[in-house]
């Protein structure tokens, strides 16, 4: 019985605490939470990475874990996109679930499509077709070797 005691009496302060800081007006810290990176998970890094900086221009950034089988691209304003080729199970994602680029060189990148053969659609999926939102962005969808969908949009264009 006085072991439960002490956990009532525990579980109290918890609560007395964590009211403390809203009945006096203090708040729990602001996260401050911000976008890093994305991961994803591909089958052949090399592959990957010639398709990434081939087709999107980015460029090849320092893998700081150090592991093989990892590569680290720029996004541009500190954001990265990894490619691990660790694990080897199939991913299968659906055009719902995509990276969204922008540009604002929107017609040079359709010519890079084309030249390189890589197919593009509009949002419903017509090919060779461009999607022009209700606000007049520009939108091209494409997937890239392990079949992630890839949107790059207009948005940044003058």
């Known amino acids: ?4 005691t002490g956990m009532v009496k525990a579980k109290m302060m918890v609560v007395l605490m964590l009211c403390g800081y809203t009945l006096f ?10 976008f890093n990176h994305l991961a994803l998970s591909v ?7 010639e398709f990434y900086t081939r ?9 700081k874990t150090k592991m093989e089988g990892i590569r680290w691209l720029s996004l541009g304003e500190g954001k ?17 679930v995509h990276l969204a680029l922008t540009t604002n060189h929107f017609d ?17 999926g017509t090919p060779n077709k461009v999607n022009i939102r209700a606000d007049g962005i520009k939108q ?3 997937q890239d070797p392990d079949g992630y969908w890839v949107e790059v949009n207009s948005v940044g264009a003058p």
């Open 80 to 96: 990265e996109l990894h490619l691990i080729s660790h694990l080897k199970d199939t991913v299968i994602v659906n055009k719902a």
């Open 43 to 49: 089958k052949d890094v090399n592959r990957s990475v």
């Open 108 to 124: 040079a990148l359709l010519k890079i499509l084309i030249d390189n053969k890589i197919a593009y659609s509009d949002w419903p």
């Open 55 to 63: 087709v999107l221009g980015l460029s090849e950034i320092t893998n």
């Open 1 to 4: 019985m006085q072991k439960n």
């Open 25 to 34: 007006g203090q708040s729990a810290p602001k996260l401050n939470v911000t």
């Open 140 to 142: 091209v969808f494409f």
